[in-house]
């Protein structure tokens, strides 16, 4: 469906996600390394060791999720843009962990080192439910090849979007100088990235989901109906005249 200025609504609310994810995955990716190397001082063992927990993390996480949320029947992993509304605060409070220390470390403490493996791992896993939520709701929003190429151009145009988060990062926080600045602009971006991605939830709407409504729309009706004849029975059978009539 397109408005008269020719925007295809459904593929601006598929798009959405990616703009959300965008934006907090090129400043998450980008920045890590550098805070915690410089600014809290993780040790290179543990750093290396947070690296390979990771990897093994990511390759299992991707067949775990995907399994769950093809064979769950939980609400919000069985549908996709239900998956994508209710894990994208997750996913955004997933994106703030790593920019907001646990304590005040010191060189090579400990603590640093969990706390990279802790953002590493959960931030990973919110990405991969999220996102794969959103590649399985492109099979199924339309089987059309038209329709899916506009939501792979919408989509390009939002990735491309989200990417420059780390410029206006950049200039916000003078490179992650002002640190405060930074963990302000942070907080408004895990938001703002959260209400696009619950933007796509809300209104990408898949053709199970619009078959739902249907069929959800014609129960109701049918007991509109129902109710409608037995109210007008009641009516008439407590007529006077419907009473004199029968006398």
């Known amino acids: 469906m397109k408005s008269s200025f020719g925007i295809c609504w459904p593929a601006v609310a598929y798009s959405m996600t990616s ?44 067949p775990v999720f995907g399994y769950m949320q093809d064979n769950s029947k939980v ?18 409070l997933a994106f703030l962990l790593p920019w907001f220390p646990w ?19 959960v931030f990973d896993g919110m990405l991969t439910f999220v996102l794969l ?31 420059l988060s780390i410029l ?15 963990q302000l602009f942070n907080v408004f971006l895990a938001f703002l990235a959260s209400v696009c991605m619950c933007y796509t939830g809300l209104y990408g709407v898949s053709q199970y989901d619009q078959r739902e409504i249907i069929e959800e729309s014609n129960k109701t009706e049918s007991e509109l109906s129902w109710s409608s004849v037995i109210t007008l029975t009641k009516q008439i059978l407590t007529q006077k005249n419907f009473i004199l009539l029968l006398q």
């Open 19 to 62: 703009l959300g994810a965008g934006m907090i995955n090129s400043v998450f990716y980008f920045y890590y390394v550098k805070l915690f190397l410089n600014q809290y001082k993780v040790s290179e063992a543990a750093f290396h060791q947070s690296q390979v927990v990771f990897m093994i993390w990511n390759a299992i996480n991707d």
């Open 168 to 182: 206006v990062c950049g200039l916000v926080s003078d490179n992650m100088e002002h640190f405060s600045n930074f």
């Open 133 to 163: 939520a959103q590649c399985a709701l492109f099979a199924e929003m339309s089987t059309r090849h038209e329709s899916r190429l506009q939501l792979i151009k919408y989509n390009q145009v939002a990735s491309l979007l989200g990417s």
């Open 75 to 92: 609400n919000c992993c069985r549908r996709r843009r239900i998956s994508i509304l209710y894990g994208a605060p997750l996913y955004g």
């Open 103 to 121: 304590r005040t470390y010191a060189e090579g403490d400990w603590l640093s080192g969990l706390h990279l493996t802790v953002s590493l791992c």
